[in-house]
Structure formats: C-alpha cells, structure tokens
C-alpha cells in the first residue's frame, strides 16, 4: 500500500470505528463522544495553529464563541435556521480570527499569545457585557424548532451523533488534505524557521495569518456544531478555559499530527469525567497527566509513536 | 546581470559594508573571498534584503533590489543558500523540494531538472532531511534554491565541512549551472575550490571590496590570496 493510501485508510478506518460505536456505545457515552467529536474539530483548528504553524494562542475561545453566537444569536433573536445558522458560525469564526491575527501577527512568541489572551478576555467581557442581546453569563437555549438539519431533529441522540460524525469526518479529511498539500508544507518551514520561508519568497505574516483563519473556521464550526447540538449557548464558552482546553488535547494527543487532537479530547474528556466523579479536585489529575506526558512524552501520543518509527503519520 | 553599488549596510549602530560594488555576470561564478569578519556574508544577507542596506544600489536586470522586502526578492531570481545549510529538518526531502516550487509554482520540470543534477536526492526523496548526511544536506539546500529558478544564485562556503568527494561533488554541480545562465556568487574560504570553479574573485577587506580578479590570471600563490584571505 502506498503512504497516501495507507494514511487516508487509518482515517477513514477510524471514521468506520466511530459509525459503528452508534451502534454499540449506551447513550451516555455515545453523546459524550459526540461532543467529544466536537471538540476534536476544534482541537483540530487549534492545531493547525500551534502544530503545523507554530502559532502559541491564547485566544481560540474567542474564536469558539464567535462561531456560537453567531449561530445563536440569528436562531434566538430572529429564528434563523439551523442551517444557514451553522454557516454563519463558520464564518464568523474565520472573521474573528482575521481581525485578531492582522493586529496580533505584529508579535511573535509570548507577546502573540498575550495580545490573543487579551483579545479573547475582551471578548468574554463583550459578551457580558451585552448581556441582554447574548444572554450573558447565563447563556440562552437554542430553540428545538432551529435544531435541524436536512430534515433532522439534532436534540435527538443519533442525528446529533451522526452529525457530529459527520462534521468531524469532514474536518479531519480537509485537515490531512490541508497538511498534506505545499501550503500545508509551507506552514511547517514558517513553524521551523521564519527566516528561512522568508528566503524562500514567503511572506511569513501572510502564510501565518492564512493559517490563524482556517483554524478560526474550524473553531467557529465546532462552536456553532457545538451549541447547535447541544442546545446551549453561553458566555463560559468565552472564557479562558475554552482557550486552554483545546491546548491540552493538541499536547496530549501530539501537536501537528491530524489524529493527535481528536485522541487528546477523548483522553483529556475522559479523564476530567471519570476523575470528577469521585473529587472535586479533577485538576490534580489533569496536571499529573501532563507531568507524565513530559516526562515521557514530550511530542504528545501520536507524536512520539511517529517520533519512534512510524514516520508515515501525517 | 547583478549589479552592486556603493552598498553601506549594517546591524543597528554598526556598520559592517562600506561603498560595496561588484557585478555577478551571467553565467560566470564570482567568489567572494575574505577573512573571517570581513563582511562576506552580510553582503549576501544585504542583497537578499535580510540586511538593509542604508545607502547604494542592488540592481537585477533592471529591478532595484534593494528596496523590496526581503520575501519580494526570491521572486525576481535571487535564490541564497545561507552558511550551515539550514533545511527545514522535520521534512522529508521531497516536502523541502516542495517548499521550494511552490514558492515560485515551479511545476513537476523544475522538479526533475533539479533531480537532475542531484540523483543522489532521488534515492531520498521520502526521507528526514534532518537525517541527511552534511553533504545531502548541503545538496537539498542547493536543490530547494534551485527550485526558484533563480538568475542569481547566493552560495555562503557550501563546502564547509563536508568530505572531499562531497566537495567535489557540489564544485561540479556549481560548474554545470554556469552552462544554464546562472549568475553563482560564491562566498569561499579555500583558494583551491575558488581557483577551480570562479570566473572572477572579489576580495573583501573590513567591509570593502579591496581588490577584484579574474580567477584565470591567479594562482594559489597569488599575493590577493595571501593579503586578503591570510593563506
């Protein structure tokens, strides 16, 4: 088998997997995998920010929420649909994104990551402060009746597992193309070296700000699946944690890997509930797995296992 | 081809070229020769508009080089291999490869003529470039460059550190450009690599060109080489 035929059946295997665990999976955990699916697409834009482009953000939440409310705002306030609801998230995700990195792609290092937290913490506070357009800190529910998609009811468990599939599987299939094509290329040698793109022709504040858009798209189209899924939408999902969260599963699953983001959500989501189903100290768990995770696995899961020979993953 | 003028450039308050001029032909090779310091690798760095340059003129084919950034200037042929090959380790020979055309949309030709000259890279084209040896690694870096199909080609002591046959080896390649039209300038510690591959040798001396030659009236013994590379 050839190496690119050999990479898309890993993936299209693990999307087989995942239909088929519908059918085998209680409730519960099929619709924690859903929203773990979710997640994973946004872990999977954060990624292509920090693993493939060597963007360290501290202001994807932002880009999260701008996709949520963005959907939600046009179903709550004038009954859009769930479908164009969805689209509009998408874009305004990769919108936000482009606004923030035209000012925030004038730093590079610490000083990017603490103008995207300031951004993205301005943001937060927006949302609260408009609280009575976006429900503020307690949020709003997404109407039942906006909650379908091509005829489906995604309140209910299988259109909503099966959508969610379907967004994950869409996302990961332009994530591998994306890697694999010369910008995809391109992206890494900005990630390795600046200076060197540069002496290559490329304009490394262009190539970068491409790539912060795509990753916002992605993390607007989890937030609109997100909340269009799952029913809610609220100013938590503004806050740093949801900035942060997707930096832990992209670590822990293997930065600039494809499949590196959707294992960290399933690991990181599964440890914080099994572990905060006997203490309200779930955190501690949390940091001691990352601790092991650098002691013996610095380049992340799948990033080690590709480290010590398997190569080919993409 | 490559013309440049009264070049002053530096790094913040120091200046390292004063009134810099040369011209780079093409199809010819011109060392630049010098002691350690002397300002030979800022002049590349300068004409690849990595190091501004506060006064004079860098002229290719008519464009003023020097006033466009840094990343404007591969696209009008100027390609730099700096010191210490600097390849984009995590990828594989073929993805460096790639890295390069598509920053010039060079199609699967250029890639082939590149091939062409290096078929050692061929047989390596699905490996690490981090996993090349010093002399494949010093090939894949000429080769990427190549890829801009570039007018000028900058080489910063491409056999630094790299055994005979390799030298060799990256001398003839050096050679065979010239039959393409490629104006080559060739930053050089070693009198004999320079003597075998330069059509002219600019010498360098704190941050000036002291002296110029045509490689074919020097020998090892030159005076030039004695005053200005300390051999």
């Not at chain 1, 959907?71 to 609801?85: E, S």
């Not at chain 1, 269009?228 to 822990?252: C, D, K, N, R």
């Not at chain 1, 990352?290 to 380049?299: R, S």
């Not at chain 2, 070049?7 to 199809?27: H, K, M, N, Q």
């Amino acid at each position: 088998m050839s190496g690119g035929a050999r990479i898309w059946a890993l993936h299209l295997a693990l999307v087989a997997m995942l239909f088929a665990a519908l059918f085998v999976l209680p409730t519960y955990h099929a619709t924690n995998l859903a929203r773990i699916m979710v997640l994973a697409v946004f872990a999977m834009g954060y990624n292509l920010a920090f693993g493939y482009t060597g963007l360290l953000s501290l202001g994807h939440a932002m880009f999260f929420a701008a996709g949520m409310f963005a959907m939600g705002l046009p179903v709550w306030h004038w009954g859009l649909g769930g479908g164009p609801a969805l689209l509009l998230g998408l874009v305004a995700g990769g919108a936000m994104a482009g606004a923030v990195g035209l000012l925030a792609l004038r730093t590079a290092g610490v000083s990017f990551m603490i103008v995207t937290l300031m951004f993205a913490q301005a943001g937060y506070l927006t949302i609260l402060y408009f609280g009575q357009v976006t429900g503020g800190d307690e949020g709003f529910v997404v109407d039942a009746a906006a909650r379908r998609l091509f005829g489906f009811d995604l309140s209910s468990d299988v259109p909503r597992y099966l959508a969610a599939l379907a967004l994950f599987a869409a996302a990961m299939a332009g994530c591998l193309w994306l890697v694999r094509s010369p910008f995809g290329r391109v992206m890494v040698a900005m990630r390795e070296n600046e200076e060197r793109s540069r002496m290559l022709g490329y304009d490394p504040f262009r190539v970068k700000l491409a790539a912060l858009v795509i990753s916002g798209v992605y993390a607007g189209a989890a937030g609109a699946a997100y909340g269009l899924l799952f029913g809610y939408v609220g100013g938590s999902f503004a806050t740093i944690q949801y900035s942060i969260l997707p930096m832990l599963y992209v670590l822990l699953g293997g930065a600039g890997t494809v499949l590196g983001p959707f294992l960290g959500a399933l690991l990181m989501f599964y440890l914080i509930d099994i572990t905060s189903g006997f203490t309200s100290a779930w955190l501690f768990f949390v940091g001691a797995a990352l601790v092991l995770l650098i002691l013996f696995a610095p380049k992340g899961i799948l990033g080690t296992i590709r480290e010590r020979g398997a190569r080919w993953l993409p | 081809m490559l013309r440049v003028e009264g070049v002053t450039a530096g790094y913040g308050p120091i200046t390292v070229l004063r009134d810099v001029g040369f011209e780079a032909r093409a199809g010819e090779v011109t060392a630049i020769m010098g002691r350690n310091g002397a300002g030979k690798s800022t002049l590349l760095k300068c004409v690849m508009g990595l190091v501004p340059a506060t006064a004079g003129t860098i002229v290719l084919d008519g464009i003023e080089v020097h006033r466009l950034p840094a990343h404007r200037v591969p696209h009008h042929g100027v390609a730099y291999v700096p010191q210490g090959r600097r390849l984009f380790g995590p990828l594989t020979v073929a993805e460096n490869l790639s890295v390069g055309l598509y920053a010039r949309d060079g199609g699967p030709e250029v890639r082939a003529a590149v091939l062409e000259l290096f078929p050692r890279l061929r047989e390596r084209l699905g490996q690490v470039s981090s996993t090349l040896s010093g002399g494949e690694q010093q090939m894949l870096a000429i080769a990427r460059a190549l890829c801009l199909e570039p007018k000028v080609l900058m080489l910063d002591e491409p056999t630094e550190g790299l055994q005979p046959s390799m030298i060799r080896l990256i001398q003839d390649t050096v050679l065979r450009l010239k039959d393409t039209g490629v104006a080559t300038i060739l930053v050089e510690q070693r009198v004999d690599a320079a003597l075998r591959v330069a059509d002219a040798i600019a010498f360098m001396a704190n941050g000036r060109i002291a002296e110029t030659a045509r490689a074919a009236d020097l020998t090892p013994e030159a005076r030039q080489f004695a005053d200005h590379v300390g051999v």
